[in-house]
């Protein structure tokens, strides 16, 4: 069985003091899409239960796959142990997989101990792989040459025109659009905001809000068990 490393964002307050965290659907859709197939660990910079953005919780207060994930005996056992990220040994995992929510702009994009962890699993050949503002803790990842992992690639992430409709864009230190084409990124974005975006480009695989977060849990899967 193929084994994926969820990480989740440490951060609990935006740039404002605002109350923020990792997302629940980010989190929760992938997860049960995943789980039947592979083995899944949980780690964030500071390890055991990472904040959740508690007005996520409330928004997807009537999604099923959010509150059974809320309820999930083995997942409140995965966040009470989960590592922090400098206890990650890269080799046990098949793929590594960042959940969203504003957290990973804020905390994960700048910490040296993550972009050496997203560099190792990209220069391993393994998938790497984030939904929303999960990609922003990709930002920092090379490859062997020392050139980002987005350069000359296809990827997307939470849009400018998303952040400015929920009035975030102060929140936050960048903007992950800006910041995907800034690293030479090929950044593409669904029709219209909110609606589904999943792109795969080899073993970088992004999604780009919340609506894509089942969609790319089953990009992750069929890239698992074609081998890449």
């Excluded at 409709?165 to 669904?190: M, Q, S």
Aim: charge should be negative; include cysteine; aromatic fraction near 8%.
């Amino acid at each position: 069985m193929p084994s994926v490393l969820f990480v989740f964002t440490s951060a609990d307050k935006t740039l404002s003091g605002k109350q923020t965290g990792w997302y629940l659907p980010e989190a929760a859709h992938p997860y049960y899409v995943l789980s039947p197939h592979a083995s899944i660990d949980f780690a964030s910079p500071n390890g055991p239960n990472p904040p959740i953005d508690e007005g996520s919780v409330e928004l997807f207060a009537k999604d099923a796959g959010s509150v059974q994930f809320l309820g999930d005996e083995t997942v409140k056992g995965k966040f009470a142990s989960a590592k922090k990220l400098s206890e990650v040994d890269v080799k046990a995992y098949d793929a590594v997989f960042y959940v969203g929510g504003h957290g990973p702009v804020l905390d994960l994009a700048s910490d040296p101990v993550n972009a050496k962890l997203v560099s190792e699993f990209w220069i391993a050949g393994k998938i790497v792989s984030a939904v929303c503002h999960g990609p922003a803790a990709l930002v920092g990842g090379v490859d062997a040459s020392g050139q980002s992992i987005f350069a000359g690639r296809n990827a997307t992430g939470f849009s400018n025109q998303e952040e400015i409709t929920i009035d975030k864009v102060k929140e936050i230190p960048f903007l992950l659009e800006d910041r995907i084409i800034e690293l030479a990124g090929k950044y593409t974005k669904a029709d219209a905001p909110w609606a589904p975006k999943v792109v795969v480009d080899g073993q970088l695989i992004t999604g780009q809000n919340p609506a894509s977060a089942e969609p790319i849990g089953h990009a992750i899967l069929k890239a698992l068990q074609a081998g890449i």
